[in-house]
């Protein structure tokens, strides 16, 4: 409740300015090592296709930031936007297009399309491209088809009807070796605690169907501009889901931010995360979390 409250009382005022939560972030460009704001990031999307937002999902002042970033990019760039979010799965697309339609409640919406428990830090963004009538991307495999990699392996996918393998990438998919293996082994604790590569695939599952899903709509969208939210981790360093998207459409430009949230937003460590993103995002942790 209090994160709610914060947001309903802010969001207001960061509409009518982007630096009213200036003491609480910081946006850096890790190319020019230097602050910058998001209309800067806005304009850098002239030469790019899809921006990458790695969010923390529980940052208040992220999700505001969100907003703001997609209410300016779509300004800039009217008719030619498009939104993705790993918040919802492939096969509630149609779920999702019925809502931005104007077609069926919200609740049916929320319900149907087996929205996150926080919705509400999203729910800005979406009443924005149903008001604006920008496309949605429903981008994330189905939690199905991810709890049966994590038991039979990707493998398994195969022996699923047609009309399942519709939700899903080109099948066999490709598990991402190299430095993305490395850093999730380091962030689940060791090969011991993986218990096998069925999580790891199940990763993988995430991250192809998410870059397989920006790259089917801009085949048929040519020349939009995409912003793509996700967890950190699925496109940190421009690996995960933003390297699976590559595999898919090579030709498409893309850009990254790495969003943290740390007491040091003021003085970044660039030795740390510089390579992390095109942009750091560095938000106040003594700020409302949001569950």
Not at 7 to 34: E, G, M, N
Not at 189 to 199: I, K, S, Y
Request: charged share 20%.
């Amino acid at each position: 409740m209090r994160s709610l409250i914060f947001l309903l009382l802010i969001l207001p005022l960061f509409a009518r300015s982007q630096d009213s939560l200036s003491v609480h972030y910081k946006i850096y460009s890790t190319a020019l090592k230097k602050q910058v704001t998001v209309a800067d990031i806005a304009n850098d999307m002239t030469n790019a296709d899809v921006l990458f937002f790695g969010e923390e999902h529980n940052d208040s002042v992220a999700h505001v930031l969100e907003y703001n970033l997609f209410k300016v990019i779509s300004q800039k760039y009217p008719g030619k936007t498009a939104l993705s979010m790993e918040m919802f799965e492939t096969d509630c697309q149609n779920t999702l297009n019925e809502y931005l339609e104007g077609f069926i409640r919200e609740k049916n919406f929320v319900n149907e399309a087996r929205a996150w428990p926080n919705y509400k830090d999203y729910r800005p963004l979406i009443e924005w491209a149903k008001a604006n009538n920008i496309a949605v991307i429903a981008a994330n495999a189905s939690a199905r088809y991810v709890n049966m990699t994590n038991r039979l392996g990707l493998s398994s996918l195969v022996k699923l009807k047609a009309t399942s393998k519709a939700w899903l990438p080109p099948l066999p998919i490709d598990t991402a070796a190299g430095a993305y293996y490395d850093k999730f082994l380091q962030i689940m604790g060791g090969h011991a605690a993986m218990g096998g590569m069925q999580l790891y695939q199940a990763q993988n599952l995430w991250d192809a169907t998410m870059g397989w899903s920006i790259a089917r709509f801009a085949k048929v969208n040519k020349g939009y501009k995409i912003l793509q939210i996700n967890g950190g981790f699925h496109s940190e360093e421009k690996l995960g889901a933003a390297a699976q998207l590559k595999k898919y459409a090579a030709k498409l430009k893309v850009l990254n931010i790495a969003l943290y949230s740390d007491e040091n937003f003021t003085d970044p460590d660039w030795n740390k995360l510089s390579k992390n993103g095109d942009y750091l995002i560095i938000t106040d942790p003594k700020m409302p979390r949001s569950y």
